[in-house]
């Protein structure tokens, strides 16, 4: 049995009041996302009093920290060792938090070469809405005991149970890394990067900005053995005609482009919304009525940012665009003037062939916190 200590208990006891008296807690670190999801104004659960990195095993490629820890002090332990976390989840802010990153389940420009935050989740330590004290998965990628529970957590929003603790794995950074750029035209850029997709070519990252119907700036990030960067250099930048970015202008560019500084998205007028829309890859450009004809595309056009007025049918028309190329799409940030009701993400009951899902999203919520001592709607 895993042992308890005064923070958990505090923990629990809020969760056993609440379920006794019917509230709702909304679980929060940093609060640092506080403005993802549906909005609430539920009491707060601060996780931020359980807070330290448990145990760091850079030889086994994992490190396991409790919820409240700040994400810049584990990415400090790692980069002390030369690894990293490859999916690079978004601060969004200097407090942010381990447990927060993972409740968001947000990932960075890598995510295209590595895979997503739940990938890297190998096991977690939970309160769930009863106050149990639960475990789940392991500290080693080849954990297969059980249903893997640890992974649902990544984007749950706290909607689930309250997370104590996680697993994840690191990566080693990567030897070389080197930024390409081009000027190029949304279509083009698409195709290009698909072909590259299926190449044994080192990109990390991609990155499109320009007028959805001109061309734009194509942004291409090599990571890898030093061998394998230099090699595809040169091969790249003649099938583009790409030149080589600085690498201090890169690093700040990849920054600023998994933190949101970019002037894309701080150029938001208070009756946009910015929509972000996951779609498949072989998706070509689309055509949204009333948005701004700038957009931005990353992990080679799978994730699109587009920005248009902030009103139900405008969220209506990109849903179901979205879903008739077989993806989805999310009010990600609302302007000022936007009614912060509105729902912010696409339901599964409006996805084609999703009920299963539904039955299986209600069972999970029933099973960890049949009280709804978590219900926030924060994730519909």
């Given at each position: ?330 009010r990600f940030r609302q302007g000022a003037n936007v009614d912060p009701s509105f729902q912010r993400f696409t339901l599964l009951s409006e996805q084609a062939h999703s009920n299963a899902l539904v039955t299986v999203q209600e069972r999970l919520r ?15």
């Open positions: 049995m895993t042992a308890s200590n005064p923070t958990i208990n505090a923990f629990r006891e809020q969760i056993l009041d609440a379920a006794k008296n019917n509230t709702v807690l909304s679980i929060q670190g940093g609060g640092t996302k506080s403005w993802y999801g549906n909005p609430n104004t539920y009491n707060k659960l601060d996780t931020r009093s359980y807070s330290g990195i448990l145990e760091y095993q850079p030889e086994e490629l994992v490190i396991t920290a409790c919820a409240g820890t700040p994400l810049r002090e584990i990415e400090a332990a790692l980069a002390e060792k030369n690894q990293v976390l490859a999916f690079e989840p978004p601060h969004f802010g200097q407090h942010a938090t381990f447990g927060g990153a993972i409740a968001a389940g947000l990932a960075g420009p890598g995510r295209i070469s590595v895979g997503n935050f739940r990938d890297f989740v190998l096991g977690a330590r939970i309160l769930d809405g009863k106050g149990q004290d639960l475990s789940f998965g392991g500290k080693v990628m080849k954990n297969v005991a059980g249903y893997d529970v640890s992974r649902l957590l990544p984007g749950s929003m706290g909607t689930l149970s309250l997370l104590l603790e996680a697993s994840v794995k690191v990566l080693p950074k990567p030897a070389a890394i080197a930024t390409l750029q081009c000027a190029i035209s949304q279509k083009n850029a698409l195709k290009v990067l698909n072909e590259w997709a299926g190449q044994p070519l080192p990109i990390s990252a991609s990155c499109w900005i320009g007028n959805a119907n001109d061309e734009g700036q194509l942004m291409i990030r090599l990571a890898g053995a030093a061998a394998a960067v230099k090699a595809a250099i040169p091969l790249m930048s003649s099938l583009v005609i790409a030149t080589e970015v600085d690498p201090n202008v890169a690093t700040t560019f990849w920054n600023d482009l998994r933190e949101h500084k970019l002037s894309y998205f701080a150029d938001l007028s208070p009756d946009q919304t910015l929509y972000r829309l996951a779609l498949p890859a072989a998706c070509g450009t689309l055509t949204i009525p009333d948005a701004s004809k700038e957009v931005l595309l990353e992990w080679h056009g799978q994730q699109r940012w587009i920005k248009a007025p902030g009103d139900e049918k405008t969220f209506a028309a990109i849903k179901q665009l979205a879903t008739n190329h077989g993806g989805h799409a999310t029933s099973a960890f916190d049949p009280a709804g001592v978590f219900a926030t709607k924060r994730l519909p």
